[in-house]
């Protein structure tokens, strides 16, 4: 059974700090995805990431994958307070089409 | 615009009852996906389908039944044997595997928030 776990599951920061998220899976997969959720509010996508060593970067977010090592990052540079929000990250269960779901990391960046 | 359209947004059930939560997009996706989020947690899996007339169990299916008689639609139903249905429902699509543009991301609809009275 696939596991996906994220670490930490809540993170309060300060504006202008850095910070990394992790998630780690158990099976083999090359596919991940990072969506952010707004509190009461669907999920958007972020991040689609389709190979290992893939890198991608939005704003002040970018998003690593390195599937020898089953582990995807996220990290916040320079946190500033709009990206207050809780993170996904989601695998795809190789020849499945199953999108498995981490817990989520609640972050809270304080101004 | 496209997009997935989820009705209603808010729904409250007496125990016993059946509800029925609509999930209906026109991106022209393959695949559509039902999801459960309850408080603090993440989402878990309930069916998804990835083609008409096909569907296949998640992981927290038991209570719940779907059908995929549309393309565009994909309803989801909360029985009475569902011992705790009380919590937000994310229906999301995405294009089929093996299709040339696959990614596997998935577009989500707002979501419907259900309670048991």
């Known amino acids: 059974e696939l596991k996906v776990e994220q670490n930490p599951l809540f993170l309060s920061m300060q504006e202008g700090k850095n910070y990394t998220i992790y998630c780690n899976y158990s099976?083999?997969?090359?596919?991940l995805y990072w969506y952010r959720q707004d509190p009461g509010k669907s999920l958007e996508s972020l991040f689609v990431?389709?190979?290992?060593?893939a890198v991608k970067q939005e704003g002040r977010l970018m998003a690593s994958l390195d599937t020898k090592a089953r582990l995807s990052t996220l990290h916040i540079t320079a946190a500033v307070h709009d990206l207050s929000a809780t993170y996904f990250c989601?695998?795809?269960?190789?020849?499945?089409?199953?999108?498995?779901f981490g817990k989520g990391t609640r972050l809270h960046i304080l101004p | 615009d496209g997009g997935i359209t989820q009705s209603p947004k808010y729904l409250f059930r007496k125990e016993g009852q059946n509800v029925t939560l609509s999930c209906e997009q026109n991106?022209?996706?393959?695949?559509m996906y039902w999801y459960r989020q309850d408080p603090g947690q993440g989402l878990r899996l309930i069916y998804y389908s990835q083609i008409v007339n096909d569907f296949q169990k998640g992981d927290i299916a038991e209570g719940y039944s779907v059908s995929r008689e549309k393309k565009e639609s994909f309803p989801l139903t909360v029985t009475s044997a569902q011992k705790n249905p009380t919590a937000f429902y994310l229906c999301a699509s995405s294009i089929a595997s093996g299709r040339a543009l696959w990614t596997g991301e998935l577009f989500f609809g707002e979501g419907s928030r259900l309670t048991v009275l």
């Open positions: 991106l022209n996706h393959d695949a």
């Open positions: 099976t083999t997969s090359d596919r």
């Open positions: 990431l389709l190979s290992n060593g």
């Open positions: 989601a695998v795809d269960i190789w020849r499945d089409d199953k999108i498995i």
